[in-house]
């Protein structure tokens, strides 16, 4: 008699964290390293160099609703896959080709930053909201927090490869190329589409025996199978829009201006540099703690709480001149929470909402106009400080779309199908 195969599920959040790991960890985080070294090399301004962690920010949003378009139609393998080649290849031109400042912007903001987009949120998040129901919050904060550990042990790992092999910034390109073709290899090994690939059954619970489960997570609302034009037309989906500016808008900034800040506080630059190291802790904390809420109580009011700690995060950064190394710490750590916290939550509230069949599409829009909302975050911070001559300005303006985004989520109720206009929207699709 044959055993009944155990629960994939967990297995594969596991292969997920690793790709996300992988992907984000050595050609951003690993990638931000090795181009100081290599703008030794080829001469630039600093407004270029810095041009190419804006495209990098913007290329990985912008190409989230192609990515969902080739989930839907080859699978998340493939789009994992895709995103690998595309790593691949963008570091394999920094390693052998690269010598004008043009081509970095293309092979690293572009072609590299693409690939992260194609091989981390959108088909993670899209994986998990098809295998987990019940526990989709923490099946998409476990992986989606990799990112965190990243920039402790990706970054760390290439600059000590930097430091042995004498500052060779084309040979460690060369190694994330590597590292890019072994993603790409673990993901067409171990990701699995679906469950019902596997003869199992989503969180591997009969769906019999899932009704059961807490009314937090019910599929009431995903009982009607959404498609994307039903949901643009929902109030709900608008309001998450919303959320999503104030989770992202405040985070961008904060990468971009928290060091210069701490600075005009006479903080060192070492110890400024650990300060915005903390960001990255408080963003694992954030995550799993979303993760977990998005499980246990309706998604708003999850979402909702994550952004009061941008609220407190800002009045400590504004206060930071009154004792600066703990007030810088803790602005740091609670900005890391509220990212972390309100990204999870702004991935998992389309799923919870409109299930997992039109999840790709929703989700890859929602982050495509989020960060293109959110990408001049860094340049509407420097205009407020070179108008004013600090970044309190700004600060306030955080708190105020974190305001804004916990008004907007307050109305984020479960999206109720409105049947005159679906009927005519079955017919146009």
Same mark, same amino acid.
């Given at each position: 008699?044959?055993?009944? &195969? =155990?629960?994939?599920?967990?297995?594969?959040?596991a292969?997920?964290? /690793?790709?996300d790991?992988?992907? !984000?960890?050595?050609?951003?985080?690993?990638?931000?390293? %090795?181009?100081?070294y290599m703008?030794r090399?080829?001469?630039?301004? =600093?407004?270029?160099?810095?041009?190419g962690?804006?495209?990098?920010?913007?290329?990985?949003?912008?190409?989230?609703?192609?990515? #969902?378009a080739?989930?839907?139609?080859?699978? #998340?393998?493939t789009?994992?896959?895709? $995103?690998?080649?595309l790593?691949?290849?963008g570091t394999?031109f920094?390693s052998?080709?690269?010598?004008?400042?043009?081509?970095?912007?293309l092979a690293?903001?572009?072609?590299?930053?693409?690939?992260i987009?194609?091989?981390?949120?959108?088909?993670i998040?899209?994986?998990a909201?098809?295998?987990?129901?019940?526990?989709?919050?923490?099946? !998409?904060?476990i992986?989606l927090?990799?990112?965190?550990? *990243?920039g402790?042990?990706?970054?760390p790992?290439?600059?000590?490869?930097?430091? #042995?092999?004498?500052?060779?910034?084309?040979?460690?390109w060369?190694?994330?190329?590597?590292? +890019?073709?072994?993603?790409?290899?673990?993901?067409?090994?171990?990701?699995? @589409? =679906?469950? @019902?690939?596997?003869?199992?059954?989503?969180?591997?619970i009969?769906q019999?025996?899932? !009704?059961?489960?807490?009314? #937090?997570t019910?599929t /009431?609302?995903n009982?009607?199978?959404?498609?994307?034009?039903?949901a643009?037309?929902?109030?709900?989906y608008?309001?998450?829009?919303?959320?999503? %500016? *104030?989770?992202q808008?405040?985070?961008?900034?904060?990468v971009?201006?928290?060091i210069?800040?701490?600075?005009?506080?006479?903080?060192g630059?070492?110890?400024? +540099?650990?300060a915005?190291?903390?960001?990255?802790?408080?963003?694992i904390?954030g995550?799993?703690i979303?993760?977990?809420?998005?499980?246990k109580?309706?998604a708003r009011?999850?979402? !909702?709480?994550?952004?009061c700690c941008?609220?407190?995060g800002?009045?400590l950064?504004?206060?930071?001149?009154?004792?600066p190394?703990p007030?810088?710490? *803790?602005?740091?750590?609670?900005?890391?929470?509220?990212?972390?916290?309100t990204?999870?939550c702004?991935? /998992? %509230?389309?799923?919870?909402?409109?299930?997992?069949?039109?999840?790709?599409?929703?989700?890859?829009?929602?982050?495509?106009?989020?960060?293109?909302?959110? *990408? &001049?975050a860094?340049?509407v911070?420097?205009?407020?400080?070179?108008?004013?001559?600090?970044?309190?300005g700004?600060?306030?303006?955080?708190?105020a779309? +974190?305001?804004? $985004?916990?008004?907007?989520?307050?109305?984020?109720?479960a999206?109720?199908?409105?049947?005159?206009?679906?009927?005519?929207?079955n017919h146009?699709?």
């Amino acid at each position: 008699m044959h055993s009944k &195969p =155990r629960f994939y599920g967990w297995k594969l959040v596991a292969v997920l964290f /690793a790709l996300d790991f992988l992907n !984000m960890g050595f050609p951003f985080f690993g990638g931000a390293v %090795i181009n100081t070294y290599m703008l030794r090399q080829i001469p630039m301004s =600093r407004s270029t160099y810095g041009l190419g962690f804006t495209l990098l920010n913007l290329f990985i949003g912008l190409p989230s609703i192609i990515v #969902a378009a080739v989930i839907l139609k080859w699978g #998340a393998r493939t789009a994992f896959v895709i $995103g690998s080649a595309l790593i691949f290849l963008g570091t394999l031109f920094l390693s052998l080709f690269a010598s004008r400042p043009w081509q970095y912007l293309l092979a690293f903001g572009v072609v590299i930053a693409t690939g992260i987009s194609s091989a981390t949120i959108v088909p993670i998040t899209t994986v998990a909201a098809r295998w987990f129901n019940h526990y989709r919050g923490r099946a !998409m904060a476990i992986p989606l927090s990799a990112s965190g550990f *990243a920039g402790f042990l990706g970054a760390p790992l290439i600059n000590k490869i930097l430091a #042995a092999n004498g500052g060779n910034w084309r040979q460690a390109w060369l190694v994330v190329a590597v590292i +890019a073709v072994a993603s790409g290899i673990i993901a067409l090994l171990f990701v699995k @589409e =679906r469950p @019902e690939d596997l003869g199992q059954a989503v969180d591997g619970i009969p769906q019999a025996a899932g !009704m059961s489960s807490s009314s #937090a997570t019910s599929t /009431a609302m995903n009982d009607h199978i959404w498609i994307p034009s039903e949901a643009y037309r929902t109030q709900s989906y608008w309001m998450v829009f919303i959320g999503g %500016i *104030a989770c992202q808008f405040p985070y961008f900034f904060f990468v971009a201006h928290w060091i210069l800040h701490l600075r005009s506080a006479d903080i060192g630059a070492a110890t400024a +540099a650990w300060a915005l190291g903390f960001l990255t802790m408080g963003g694992i904390a954030g995550r799993l703690i979303g993760g977990v809420l998005m499980d246990k109580i309706a998604a708003r009011y999850a979402f !909702m709480m994550g952004l009061c700690c941008y609220l407190a995060g800002s009045i400590l950064a504004i206060e930071v001149r009154v004792n600066p190394l703990p007030i810088a710490f *803790a602005a740091a750590i609670l900005y890391g929470v509220a990212f972390g916290w309100t990204f999870v939550c702004l991935n /998992a %509230i389309t799923a919870r909402f409109y299930g997992p069949s039109a999840y790709p599409k929703l989700n890859g829009m929602m982050l495509l106009l989020t960060g293109v909302a959110c *990408a &001049p975050a860094g340049i509407v911070g420097g205009l407020v400080f070179d108008k004013l001559g600090s970044y309190t300005g700004a600060f306030a303006l955080n708190m105020a779309l +974190a305001i804004i $985004g916990i008004f907007a989520l307050s109305f984020a109720t479960a999206p109720q199908l409105r049947r005159t206009r679906s009927l005519v929207s079955n017919h146009a699709i």
